[in-house]
């Protein structure tokens, strides 16, 4: 892996590339698996209008990100922004933030990915297929960007795929063409047309809706190493946030026709994991698939894998273009003659290893820790996007250009961003509202510590390098990287 001067980032993802990353990236267990949940918490149609609020909001900032990311495409991406648009402690807190993220979100599915796998071979042990899998997503990101791309496509085809089948099969059985003894009216229609709960069930519901969608900030991150982004990017971010629509909302519809809300087994599967209780599982059975266990654990592995394989991507490129910043060591910054930042790798690989802690004495304790720690990073990221993009809008037209001139335009500036960045923080402090109400200062503690986890970063940076917010007409917007 010797790396020279010469070596550089390499421009190879399609637009189907960066279509299926942004796509794949959030479709993950979450639908699988806690779509029922929500089912349970608010209501068909409860449910249905959390995932159409929040499915709002992040189109928002899918086009705020897109209209920075076509105006300087950037393997950094929202972090870059924040250092360029915002201050340089802002863009330091939320790369370090978002890097950490994702590297412990590498360990949590190399974990569950040996849980999954038992499905089939209950007698091995869970951390031979960790092993297997945290090896196999180091290749494919050692190689080079195309063949993270390629994957990535395939493996989000496959869950695309499930969900099709899924729809379709629901829509015969809505419809009695597949034999069914369901009262789709009944289930349709419950508590009060279709809420439960009120407006407590749909806000219940958003926190788990915020953690589904997480994920579609990748396509920022793409766009530094995408072919033509000016051209992929905003093709992306426009058939992805449809298609993503339709599979959330189309499938929670068809759960709620099909499976009544009180069905325990819809409960069972957010809390347990267990593939046998999916509502997706549920449905296939219903609908006389004898296999429907079996596929949807297959689905679910791929899931996994998916968000490990995309994870060390954004996690690597996000360290790389810190220390290209001079905010994180030089190494980092080092490539491959393929253009992949290897260092960076290494390291977000190693942090990945803290799986097996899981399989030692006081391992779950540590274990438990670093998954609160990242807990909320996703909705500070998508906070750091709204902001970036309400600063990058102002800085351009306070240096006399027309925004017409933008190679993308976001859609209803400032509305989308200021939405956004308000809805993050409702999702925010919806995390655990009974602990504060009950002062239940432990689980405060676990819930939000990524927050000072942010915070102190940021307020360090600053005082250490004596940054200050970059006033508008000293702000860079010569579209490079």
């Not at 085809?157 to 063409?177: E, Q």
């Amino acid at each position: 892996m010797a790396e020279t001067n010469e070596n550089t980032i390499q421009h190879e993802l399609k637009t189907r590339h960066v279509s299926m990353i942004a796509l794949g990236g959030s479709i993950g267990t979450g639908l699988f698996l806690t779509s029922g949940a929500s089912v349970s918490q608010a209501g068909p149609f409860g449910a249905i209008l959390a995932y159409l609020i929040i499915g709002i909001m992040v189109y928002f900032l899918m086009t705020s990100l897109g209209e920075m990311a076509t105006f300087a495409p950037t393997s950094g991406s929202f972090a870059e922004y924040g250092n360029r648009f915002v201050d340089p402690a802002f863009g330091f807190a939320l790369g370090w933030n978002y890097w950490f993220n994702w590297a412990i979100t590498l360990a949590v599915d190399t974990v569950t990915v040996g849980l999954v796998a038992q499905f089939w071979l209950p007698d091995v042990p869970s951390w031979i297929f960790s092993a297997i899998a945290l090896c196999l997503i180091f290749l494919i990101n050692l190689f080079s960007v195309s063949t993270f791309g390629e994957t990535e496509f395939w493996l989000s085809l496959i869950k695309v795929v499930t969900i099709c089948f899924f729809l379709f099969i629901g829509v015969l059985a809505i419809f009695g063409i597949i034999h069914s003894n369901t009262d789709v009216v009944r289930n349709l229609t419950v508590g009060q047309h279709g809420f439960v709960g009120g407006w407590q069930g749909v806000l219940s519901v958003f926190v788990v809706a915020g953690f589904s969608f997480q994920g579609t900030e990748l396509i920022g991150i793409t766009a530094g190493e995408a072919k033509d982004p000016r051209k992929s990017v905003p093709k992306a971010i426009h058939s992805v946030f449809w298609r993503i629509l339709l599979f959330y909302i189309g499938a929670i519809f068809v759960i709620s026709a099909l499976v009544y809300y009180q069905d325990p087994r819809l409960m069972s599967a957010a809390d347990s994991g267990n593939v046998m209780m999916s509502p997706f599982t549920i449905v296939f059975k219903n609908a006389g698939i004898a296999f429907a266990a079996s596929l949807m654990n297959a689905v679910i592995l791929t899931s996994v894998l998916s968000a490990a394989n995309s994870g060390t991507y954004a996690s690597t490129r996000t360290l790389y273009s810190l220390a290209r910043k001079g905010q994180a060591p030089k190494i980092f910054g080092r490539l491959t003659k393929h253009g992949v930042p290897w260092a960076s790798l290494l390291l977000t690989m190693c942090v990945g290893l803290v799986a097996f802690t899981s399989e030692m004495k006081g391992g779950n304790v540590v274990y438990g820790w670093l998954v609160a720690a990242s807990g909320l990073t996703g909705f500070l990221a998508w906070m750091g996007i709204a902001i970036a993009h309400l600063r990058f809008r102002k800085a351009y037209v306070a240096q006399g250009n027309d925004v017409n001139d933008l190679p993308y335009k976001a859609k209803w500036f400032p509305f989308g961003p200021i939405f956004a960045l308000f809805m993050s923080l409702v999702v925010i402090f919806l995390q655990d509202p009974e602990a504060f109400a009950h002062w239940e200062w432990d689980k405060i503690a676990v819930t939000y510590l990524s927050v000072p986890i942010f915070v102190i970063p940021y307020l360090g940076y600053k005082w250490s390098k004596k940054t200050k917010v970059i006033p508008l007409q000293e702000v860079d917007l010569t579209g490079k990287k």
